[in-house]
């Protein structure tokens, strides 16, 4: 299901372990050394500065193609809006797995934006028009969305979107039952929240 080869991401991983153990005090260089040499991985995850930069100019570009695109094609009215924000979701995600197979880009700021990207536009297509029980579809909706990215890509911040959602489907749905369920649902959510920790 992952995008990614496995081999590569048990890589990485056993990278990042050694390096904070190298750190640490735990190992000594040489054998540090010998980790790096003998799990070499091909994901490409650049520094916290050029992975901001990166994804200032995904934003950018973008933004600019939104505009243009809407601007060429005379976009108006509610439902061209919202097929528009529908089909760049799709490119977003078109060009995110092109990005990851092709140049193995693994939180390279590019892939990141792709992703929250894509989870917005479903929000904004979502939300433009008016619509029966609106906020528990959004909410279900970007809850499958995210928990999709979140296997498909392995990214931490979709698994935390996708947990989020799945209990805010939850208390809007139980609160809607009427005074007794919207005076419990703290509690009911609290329990979701135990229930879930204990299947990690």
Known sequence: MTAYNK????NKYAQEQSSFAFRSQCIDESTYKKILETHVD??????FFIRIGLALLTL???????????????VSGEDGFIGLCVFFAIMCYGSLELMVHVKNYYNAGI?????????LFFIISLSISEFPNQYEVISFTIMIVSLFLAIRFTDAFMSILAYVNCIGVIFLIYTKFGTFTKATAPFVIMIVSLYELTLQ
């Not at 973008?62 to 094609?73: E, N, Q």
């Not at 892939?111 to 989870?119: E, H, K, R």
Request: neutral net charge; without cysteine; glycine residues 0%.
């Open 7 to 10: 081999k590569n991401l048990y």
């Open 42 to 47: 091909n994901l490409y995850t650049p520094n």
């Open 60 to 74: 950018v570009a973008i933004a600019s193609l939104f505009l243009l695109i809407a601007l060429f094609t005379h």
């Open 111 to 119: 892939d990141n934006l792709l992703m929250a990207l894509i989870v």
